[in-house]
């Protein structure tokens, strides 16, 4: 089974990966890796290190960060890099981990195109129609 590892800038691993398993319920091999101001990226690099080692068990990890460009993302890019057998999706959101956490028995690459499809798929624009609008819409 795939590992997932979350990480972001201040407790925003923590905070999503709570949320969850508030929702979908405690998650094996779930690694969440928070990076706080006090934080060095060195520091956060050994901190993701030691998450990729807890949750890998040979099926790779599945790395999801905050921002794009952001110094999370960063490290996680550069050691997948390094190791190898790592994905790495930024702009993550919670239903992207979410559809992920059900599907991890899949190999690592084909997981990862199904994260970025999740992710750019789950952010919508709420719209209020008035009952005429959806009236036309629908032919009425």
């Known amino acids: 089974m795939v590992g997932i590892l979350i990480t972001g800038h201040g407790i925003f691993a923590e905070?999503?990966?709570?949320?969850?398993?508030?929702?979908?319920g405690e998650q094996a091999q779930l690694a969440k890796v928070n990076f706080l101001k006090e934080d060095?990226?060195?520091?956060?690099?050994?901190?993701?290190?030691?998450?990729i080692e807890e949750v890998d068990t040979g099926d790779g990890v599945m790395?999801?960060?905050?921002?794009?460009?952001?110094?999370?993302?960063?490290v996680a890019a550069m050691l997948s890099l390094e190791k190898g057998n790592?994905?790495?999706?930024?702009?993550?959101?919670?239903?992207?981990?979410?559809?992920?956490a059900f599907m991890r028995e899949i190999p690592l690459k084909e997981l990862a195109?199904?994260?970025?499809?999740?992710?750019?798929?789950?952010?919508?624009l709420f719209e209020l129609k008035v009952?005429?609008?959806?009236?036309?819409?629908?032919?009425?």
């Open 86 to 100: 790592i994905e790495v999706l930024g702009g993550t959101n919670i239903q992207s981990i979410m559809e992920i």
């Open 40 to 51: 060095s990226t060195e520091t956060l690099k050994e901190k993701i290190i030691k998450g």
């Open 63 to 74: 790395i999801f960060a905050d921002l794009v460009g952001g110094s999370p993302f960063k």
């Open 15 to 24: 905070g999503i990966g709570s949320s969850l398993e508030v929702i979908i």
């Open 113 to 124: 195109k199904k994260a970025d499809q999740a992710a750019q798929n789950a952010a919508q």
């Open 131 to 140: 009952k005429e609008e959806m009236e036309e819409e629908e032919g009425i």
